[in-house]
T-cell receptor, first 114, second 117 residues
Framework: EPEVTQTPSHQVTQMGQEVILRCVPI?????FYWYRQILGQKVEFLVS????????KSEIFDDQFSVERPDGSNFTLKIRSTKLEDSAMYFC????????????FGDGTRLSIL | AQKITQTQPGMFVQEKEAVTLDCTYD???????LFWYKQPSSGEMIFLIY??????QNATEGRYSLNFQKARKSANLVISASQLGDSAMYFC??????????????FGSGTQLTVLP
C-alpha cells in the first residue's frame, strides 16, 4: 500500500539554525499538509498546500516557516531560525481530494532543538 | 470553544471486550467529515474510519464502527473484540467545509486506550 515517507525520523538542531523536514507524499495525491505535535499534546495544523501554493495556514505558521514542492515528488517544511519551542513531532500528510478522502500521515520527524 | 472534545483521557478494556471512545464536535458548517486516527507508542498516525455529515449510515471498517449521532454532534468510535495491539492513543478529528478543498483537520486531545490481558 502506498505511504507517505518522511525524512529524517529524528533531527537534532541547535537553536537559531535552519532545518528542513522532507516528505514524499503518496504519488497521486493532490493535497499536502504539515502538522505538529508537541510531546503529550494534541496534533496541531500548520499548513496545507494545493496546486503549488499554500491553501490554508494556522497562526503557528509564521514567517519562520515555509513550504515548498521543489519537484514532482518532494514536499518540504523549512524552519528558518529554530526556537526551543519548535521541538515537536512534525507530521506530513497527503490526501487525494474529495470530502471522504482521509489524510494519510507519514511516520513523523521528531525535531529536537538544543 | 473546543471544536473536538474527547472527554476520556484514559480508558481500560479487557481483551476481547468492546469499548466506546467518545467524541463530540462543534461546527456550524453543514458539510463536514469526522475521522478517527490511532497513534501507537511508536508515534505514527494511522487512519481508522471516516464519517461524512451527509452519510445516512454509520461507518464501519472491520472491528471499528462509528456511532454517529448528528443531532447530538457526537461521533463515538466503537472497537469490538479488543486486542492487545489496540492499546494506543486514539484521536478524533474533523474537517469542515466542502469536498475537494485542502481543508485542515482539527484534532481532539485524544484518549489513551489500554487493553488488559
Amino acid at each position: 500500500e502506498p505511504e507517505v515517507t518522511q525524512t529524517p525520523s529524528h533531527q537534532v538542531t541547535q537553536m537559531g539554525q535552519e532545518v528542513i523536514l522532507r516528505c514524499v507524499p503518496i504519488s497521486n495525491h493532490l493535497y499536502f499538509y504539515w502538522y505538529r505535535q508537541i510531546l503529550g499534546q494534541k496534533v496541531e495544523f500548520l499548513v496545507s498546500f494545493y496546486n503549488n501554493e499554500i491553501s490554508e495556514k494556522s497562526e503557528i505558521f509564521d514567517d519562520q516557516f515555509s513550504v515548498e514542492r521543489p519537484d514532482g515528488s518532494n514536499f518540504t517544511l523549512k524552519i528558518r531560525s529554530t526556537k526551543l519551542e519548535d521541538s515537536a513531532m512534525y507530521f506530513c500528510a497527503s490526501s487525494g481530494g474529495g470530502g471522504s478522502q482521509p489524510q494519510h500521515f507519514g511516520d513523523g520527524t521528531r525535531l529536537s532543538i538544543l | 470553544a473546543q471544536k473536538i472534545t474527547q472527554t476520556q483521557p484514559g480508558m481500560f478494556v479487557q481483551e476481547k471486550e468492546a469499548v466506546t471512545l467518545d467524541c463530540t464536535y462543534d461546527t456550524s458548517d453543514p458539510s463536514y467529515g469526522l475521522f478517527w486516527y490511532k497513534q501507537p507508542s511508536s508515534g505514527e498516525m494511522i487512519f481508522l474510519i471516516y464519517q461524512g455529515s451527509y452519510d445516512q449510515q454509520n461507518a464501519t471498517e472491520g472491528r471499528y464502527s462509528l456511532n454517529f449521532q448528528k443531532a447530538r454532534k457526537s461521533a463515538n468510535l466503537v472497537i469490538s473484540a479488543s486486542q492487545l495491539g489496540d492499546s494506543a492513543m486514539y484521536f478524533c478529528a474533523m474537517r469542515e467545509g466542502h469536498s475537494g478543498s485542502a481543508r485542515q483537520l482539527t484534532f481532539g486531545s485524544g484518549t489513551q486506550l489500554t487493553v488488559l490481558p
